[in-house]
């Protein structure tokens, strides 16, 4: 038998040959930048490919053919990318600057299309982000999308938004402007409508094999034992049945088609779409869904050890066909599931649902245990990698925390999530919230929680705390490490919009509440003090610029911070010289720290949000959810 180096090599020297078969030449600039990369990245690649492929017949095939691809690639690569990755190579902890300032919007409803977008580009320099995600955009049924996120075609852009050459010349825009391009990926998945999908579902067996499709429901009830249920409003369990009276897998809605990654020509027609992206000039792509990539039968099929090893290969073909390309894992699972995906070989960034969902249950109980409790246990990452810090996403609010971590405070968890929803959804007496219910589950009770931040927090009920409390929760995604991710329209308080009912295609997912048109009406308001807009804009404005002008909240080093006051959230945050205690009241009324918290602080500090001094050793008063960033006076 081979040893593994031996098998490296004998796989290498027939991965060579290919190329050269290829005509693709080492003789050049471009060939020996490549070769370069591929001498570096090559061997962890094989490994990965060889443990996931290696049993399979065409194992070795495929992997030339990624390479090949990999190399074509690298050479249509443009000169200002190949710059970039360049530059990117050596400073790879630029996206941990206390400069970052995410953003995230619908092309179609914040713009019309990429052209209109692209006039928005100055507003957003004047706001100070340095990173932009485009909600999906590619070419997706007209009806049957889930907002985009069934992909007819990663090649093509939706037709009502632009072309794929609209978008590249608005990633140069941006990148010209300091602002980085994001986009999903969306990679568990395709539409039924995708080329693939039509292939097979015309019975190729090619295709058919680049789906999880079974003749009978033998298998079907075999995997079904032991899956869960995701969206149980569209269709019981894990598969639909096609025309042809076969059973395909369908994770998500019954049009959205999983793909077999246990077959190796689907990781390379894959790999093929994600370096096509990189190359439109996308700086980091959102892996979507990425726990649900590998199925095993006798399993949950989330988070296998396979779904690690699957990024990992894509990332190593990346480094070596676009350096500079990250990865954004999205995986709204288990806490300790969530941070095994944050590794500089996997996803250096990743989305941070658990801060989330315990800064809205904070808000809701006024008790900070179990977002204490987060911030020691879950917060600290990787030095190498970045949470992104979110208030809201696109689609709900699901009350990620760990039932362990829950019980330690005597918190039940089935019950506590049965009481934010009710509070959420204005079930509950007392409620500011305006929330909407999203996939009620009348087996378990469970559903999750829609709407705008605004809504949310009290503002579209008049609440006379209600723009306080969106200034605390962004307070703690500007200041709790990493990048912080801004939904636009927040910054003028953007309300719930109830038009998505009249949608044939939105009526049924709710969801749409809280992806309203651009207003532009508070936008027009922004300057204007009297108004909600203006007065939240103006706050929002005042947390932006002082993050960027605090070194101190570069990075992710974080530490917890005693109150002694449950109803107050501490953590301290360092970096540049600058340490920064931040103190967040989650109450309705005024809080105290004591003096004796703040004996190891400087006796004399002031918050960089507002420029208030405090004289710490006498203790410290908040007002009803204020939040302060407190440093060193000088």
């Known amino acids: ?194 080329e693939w999908a039509q292939k097979a579902a015309a019975g190729d067996p090619e295709y058919s094999d680049y789906y999880w499709i079974f003749n009978d429901r033998r298998m079907p009830d075999a995997f079904e034992r032991t899956v869960r249920e995701v969206f149980p409003d569209d269709h019981p369990g894990a598969f639909i049945q096609m025309e042809d009276g076969r059973w395909i897998w369908s994770t998500f809605h019954s049009f959205q088609w999983d793909l077999n990654y246990s077959n190796p020509a689907v990781f390379c027609a894959m790999a093929g779409e994600m370096l096509a992206l990189a190359n439109q000039g996308v700086d980091l792509i959102r892996m979507d869904a990425v726990a649900f990539i590998w199925k095993r039968l006798g399993t949950t099929c989330e988070s296998q050890p396979e779904a690690h090893l699957l990024l990992r290969a894509f990332n190593a073909v990346c480094r070596i066909a676009a350096p500079s390309l990250l990865f954004k894992s999205e995986a709204i699972v288990h806490p300790d599931e969530v941070v095994s995906y944050i590794d500089p070989a996997e996803c250096p960034i990743s989305y941070n649902p658990l801060l989330m969902a315990l800064s809205w249950e904070a808000l809701a109980t006024r008790k900070v245990e179990l977002i204490d409790q987060a911030i020691t246990r879950r917060q600290p990452i990787n030095a190498d990698c970045a949470w992104v810090n979110y208030v809201r996403s696109h689609d709900d609010i699901g009350w990620t925390f760990a039932d362990e971590d829950a019980a330690e405070l005597d918190i039940l968890g089935f019950d506590h999530r049965r009481f934010l929803n009710s509070f959420y959804t204005n079930q509950f007496e007392g409620s500011f919230a305006r929330g909407v219910p999203f996939q009620y589950n009348p087996k378990t009770g469970d559903c999750r929680v829609c709407g705008t931040t605004a809504s949310l927090a009290g503002v579209e009920a008049g609440d006379a705390g209600g723009i306080d409390r969106m200034i605390l929760l962004y307070g703690i995604a500007f200041s709790a490490g990493g990048i912080p991710l801004l939904s636009l329209g927040d910054e003028v308080g953007q309300l719930n919009d109830d038009a998505y009912k009249q949608n044939p295609g939105q009526a049924k997912d709710q969801r749409w509440v809280g992806r309203p048109l651009r207003p532009d009406a508070l936008y027009a308001q922004r300057f204007d003090q009297d108004t909600d807009a203006g007065k939240i804009f103006a706050r929002m404005k005042q947390l932006i610029d002082a993050r960027r002008a605090a070194p101190g909240l570069a990075g992710n080093a974080i530490r917890p911070f005693p109150t002694d006051n449950p109803h107050v959230l501490g953590y301290v945050r360092s970096g540049g010289g600058q340490e920064i205690c931040v103190l967040a009241n989650f109450a309705d009324d005024a809080q105290e720290v004591a003096a004796d918290q703040f004996l190891d602080m400087p006796p004399r500090m002031t918050d960089l949000i507002a420029g208030e001094s405090f004289h710490v050793r006498t203790g410290v008063t908040l007002a009803a959810h204020q939040i302060l960033w407190l440093t060193l006076s000088v």
């Open 1 to 194: 038998m081979l040893s593994t180096t031996q098998q490296r090599k004998a796989a290498k020297s027939y991965v060579l040959a290919a190329l050269e078969d290829a005509g693709l030449s080492r003789d050049d600039d471009d060939g020996r930048a490549f070769h370069a990369r591929f001498e570096a990245h090559f061997p962890q690649l094989f490994d990965l490919f060889a443990t996931l492929y290696g049993a399979h017949e065409s194992c070795l095939d495929q992997l030339a053919q990624l390479i090949v691809l990999a190399q074509t690639s690298w050479r249509d690569r443009a000169d200002d990318l190949k710059a970039l990755d360049t530059a990117r190579e050596t400073t790879p902890d630029w996206f941990q600057s206390n400069r970052m300032l995410g953003a995230f919007c619908y092309v179609d409803r914040y713009a019309g299309n990429l052209a209109g977008l692209k006039e928005h580009v100055p507003y957003f320099q004047e706001l100070g982000i340095t990173y932009l995600h485009l909600m999906p955009l590619f070419d997706c049924p007209k009806e049957n999308s889930d907002g985009g996120y069934a992909v007819s075609s990663y090649r093509e852009v939706r037709a009502d938004l632009g072309t794929m050459a609209d978008l590249r010349r608005l990633a140069k825009d941006l990148r010209e402007a300091g602002i980085s391009l994001v986009v999903d990926f969306v990679f568990n998945h395709t539409s039924n409508e995708h």
